[in-house]
């Protein structure tokens, strides 16, 4: 960004002045000009944002080598990319052909009751660094996601409407399509991920879509694919960002 020196602006635009020489009809019109820069670079910017901060959704091919034979069988044959305004793919995500079905749960703000805590519900790659809505880099690479419940113990309040979540495992360390780790093994497994105390997540509920699927944003930051896995409509915020 260039630097304006007020002791030499040029008001008539040939020959340096000092700002003491200017007359006070010059100097109304020069404070009235520099006053009007800081709006316009920051209308500038908000305008460049509005531009590149901006998604579709594309066909993306098959589930990647690095997932395990045994995960892979169970994922769609393609899946969703996610790019960029740029044209970069932010990333690509397969879910699972059906869902295992679980006894209803009990639990409060949850809206997939029927899948039991830990079970597998698709893969994510990155293809560059990546993140999650906590802002927390996500290495490039290949992840399982896994279903998990944010727990109630008071450090959450207010961070969503609903409890249910998609927590990232590196996919060298996740091997068994059936395997439904609890909360504490899926949470060490998922910091692995996030490199972080915080496991990384996704958000995920039970989606009132009219078309599947589909890709657009929702609120200042969010943009959310809506699709079935089987026949349970999921939403899930693939690129946002926490307020607040």
């Not at 397969?94 to 009751?113: D, G, H, I, M, Q």
């Not at 105390?197 to 944003?217: C, D, E, M, R, T």
Request: charged share 20%; aromatic share 6%.
């Amino acid at each position: 960004m260039v630097e304006c020196d007020l002791a030499k602006v040029d008001v008539a635009g040939s020959n340096p002045v000092s700002r003491s020489r200017v007359n006070l009809p010059q100097r109304r019109y020069l404070d009235k000009r520099v006053s009007k820069m800081p709006k316009l670079i920051v209308s500038f910017i908000l305008a460049a944002t509005a531009v590149f901060a901006q998604y579709k959704s594309e066909p993306a091919g098959p589930p990647p080598s690095e997932l395990a034979p045994a995960i892979s069988q169970g994922l769609q044959k393609a899946g969703t990319k996610i790019v960029s305004g740029s044209g970069t793919v932010f990333c690509e995500v397969w879910f699972r052909t059906s869902l295992p079905k679980a006894p209803k749960s009990a639990e409060e703000s949850v809206t997939l009751p029927i899948v039991a805590h830990g079970t597998l519900m698709g893969a994510i790659r990155f293809p560059a660094q990546g993140a999650d809505r906590r802002g927390q880099a996500i290495k490039p690479g290949v992840y399982t996601l896994r279903y998990t419940l944010q727990p109630v113990n008071g450090d959450h309040v207010g961070a969503s409407p609903q409890r249910d979540f998609l927590a990232m495992v590196p996919s060298a360390d996740d091997k068994d399509l059936s395997s439904t780790p609890n909360f504490d093994a899926l949470m060490a497994m998922s910091k692995k991920a996030s490199g972080t105390a915080h496991p990384a997540v996704l958000s995920i509920w039970n989606s009132s879509a009219q078309s599947f699927p589909s890709f657009g944003k929702e609120g200042e930051n969010d943009w959310v694919l809506n699709v079935k896995i089987g026949d349970v409509p999921v939403a899930v915020i693939l690129v946002g960002k926490v307020e607040g």
